[in-house]
């Protein structure tokens, strides 16, 4: 079966504009996760997306946001880029029902904010 | 609040065994999962455990105490391809991952 896809690879914006990001999660999945990854901080849980609801929250300020549609695609957006912001943005994808296959993640976005 | 210790860098030679160790604190604990993630690659998932012991998959194996709150992920048989970072996460309430900061662990021949 397909993976999850997220797009576009990679991006490169100015400060203070804002940008969208893409994920599709695997067929059948209906949980839709977002990380922040950087070097210094490691992998960081932005939200999480269930069913068209947001179901979690990590402590990001109101800048990041994101939204679920009905065939569980994602998008993440962050506005008002900072240069902090830049990092590699990964989705993760499951089932929604906490199974023991976990979360399967996308390739990721890779962020540059100049 | 929630935290998850794992060494950051470890070395072994290819051919041996290196265990990787995690710690964590959590509140809702749910579940305790290790992710291999290569340089500029996804993290792909390795290992699950929810109830105490351990777990053997092929040359990989993860051990889970939940009364220490001590995991950790055993290679054997190390392979060059197995330079990577190694992930320890922890699954808490609401369907949550917490990571570690990742252990990177080099493989000489």
């Known amino acids: 079966k397909a993976g999850v896809t997220q797009t576009p690879r990679y991006l490169i914006k100015t400060r203070g504009q804002q940008v969208t990001l893409s994920c599709s999660p695997i067929?059948?999945?209906?949980?839709v996760s977002w990380y922040q990854q950087t070097p210094g901080q490691g992998l960081q849980f932005l939200f999480e997306?269930?069913?068209?609801?947001?179901?979690n929250k990590g402590n990001f300020p109101g800048r990041f946001s994101g939204r679920q549609f009905s065939n569980s695609r994602s998008e993440m957006n962050v506005s008002t880029l900072e240069l902090g912001d830049s990092a590699l943005y990964l989705c993760?994808?499951?089932?929604?029902?906490?199974?023991?296959?976990?979360?399967?993640f996308g390739s990721g976005t890779r962020l540059t904010v100049v | 609040g929630q935290n998850i210790d794992q060494p950051t860098e470890m070395t072994a030679t290819e051919g041996a065994i290196v265990q990787i160790n995690c710690t964590y604190q959590?509140?809702?604990?749910?579940?305790l999962f290790w992710y291999q993630q290569h340089a500029g690659e996804a993290p792909t998932f390795l290992s699950y455990?929810?109830?105490?012991g351990l777990e053997e998959k092929g040359r990989f194996s993860s051990f889970l105490s939940r009364s220490k709150g001590y995991s950790y992920l055993l290679l054997k048989e190390l392979q060059m391809k197995d330079s990577a970072s190694y992930l320890c996460?922890?699954?808490?309430?609401?369907?949550?991952?917490?990571f570690g900061g990742g252990t990177r662990v080099l493989v000489k021949p």
């Open positions: 993760a994808s499951e089932t929604g029902t906490g199974g023991s296959m976990g979360y399967t």
């Open positions: 067929s059948g999945h209906r949980s």
């Open positions: 997306y269930f069913s068209e609801t947001q179901r």
């Open positions: 959590t509140s809702g604990f749910n579940g």
């Open positions: 455990n929810v109830l105490d």
């Open positions: 996460a922890a699954r808490t309430a609401g369907n949550k991952l917490t």
